[in-house]
């Protein structure tokens, strides 16, 4: 009884408490923030249609606008054009607001490496990256098992790890929530775990789970915005609460002489081209 009477005091002087506390969060000048992640699901399709959104952010808690860029371009040294009329860039164009979207060979993304040039604002941007395989979804079923409480949802997934190579992969497991994994203890074999949803699903429900390739840097990457997100309603692509730096360089003055890194002027976001495997699951 001593117990709740003092938990009782504690609610009362909150409640009669009416001093308002202005609490300093950070804030900083707009950055750029470019979400570039190219999810591959057929790659034996003769051609890939893909799209980067391009925004701007200006503080922690603030809000995330479209912004329209100057010029966006993706170059691959290494494809080798089709015919006269196609070339190793691929131009994208603006179809909504801070949306780009182009079409080129799946060869021109799956093969070498591939840059994506950014102008915005009088700055130029610079990102690379090369073409991360992923595994099929062998199993994916419903379990009745829990870790917290009665009220969470099991859903175990089985896949069967490339053994020629050492793989990172990206798990979506909708609703914005993530997982990342290596296959530095599965390496070439199948490997089964479970996720669980603590809330907000529920039996009717179709849930759709993806599994992407990474490469180490993508996978650091996720897992840092992971961190950082804690299951928020927006997932790890959110406003982080500190700076994630990703791979997107500002090369605004690369080449100039006596020229120095600015450490502080970079866009936010991540370059990356995953292969994706989708399975989907009806909730009982």
């Known amino acids: 009884m001593r117990v709740y009477a003092i938990l009782f005091c504690i609610v009362l002087a909150g409640i009669s408490c009416e001093d308002v506390i ?29 799209q980067v959104r391009a925004s701007l952010t200006s503080s ?9 860029l100057e010029s966006i371009v993706m170059t691959n040294p290494d494809y ?6 196609d070339s190793n860039t691929l ?30 604002e009088g700055q130029r941007y610079l990102a690379t990256t090369a073409f991360a395989p992923a595994a099929p979804i062998d199993r994916l079923s419903q379990g009745d098992g829990n870790l917290f ?19 990172f992969y990206v798990f ?26 603590d809330d907000g699903v529920a039996p009717g429900m179709e849930i759709t789970v993806e599994i992407l390739g990474a490469d180490r840097g993508f996978y650091n990457y996720m897992n840092q915005l992971i961190a950082q997100s804690d299951g ?32 502080d002027n970079f866009a936010l976001g991540y370059f990356a081209i995953s292969q994706t495997f989708t399975q989907d699951l009806l909730i009982e």
């Open 22 to 50: 202005d609490v300093d969060v950070p804030s900083e000048p707009p950055r750029l923030s470019i979400d570039a992640l190219l999810r591959l699901n057929d790659t034996t399709a003769a051609s890939q249609t893909v």
């Open 149 to 167: 409480s009665e009220e969470e949802t099991e859903v175990v997934i089985a896949f069967t790890d490339d053994i020629q190579t050492d793989n």
């Open 80 to 85: 080798v054009p089709q015919g006269p009329e």
């Open 172 to 197: 979506d497991f909708d609703f914005n929530e993530y997982l990342v994994s290596e296959d530095e203890f599965y390496q070439g074999q199948t490997f089964e775990f479970s996720y669980f949803y």
């Open 91 to 120: 131009l994208l164009n603006e179809i909504a607001p801070g949306l780009y979207e182009g079409n080129k060979a799946t060869d021109f993304f799956t093969q070498g490496t591939v840059s994506l040039s950014i102008s915005h």
């Open 232 to 263: 928020g309603a927006q997932g790890p692509f959110q406003t982080p609460s500190a700076t994630v730096r990703g791979n997107v360089v500002n090369v605004t003055n690369s080449g100039t002489p006596n020229a120095s890194e600015d450490v």
């Open 60 to 68: 922690f808690f603030g809000d995330v606008v479209p912004t329209s």
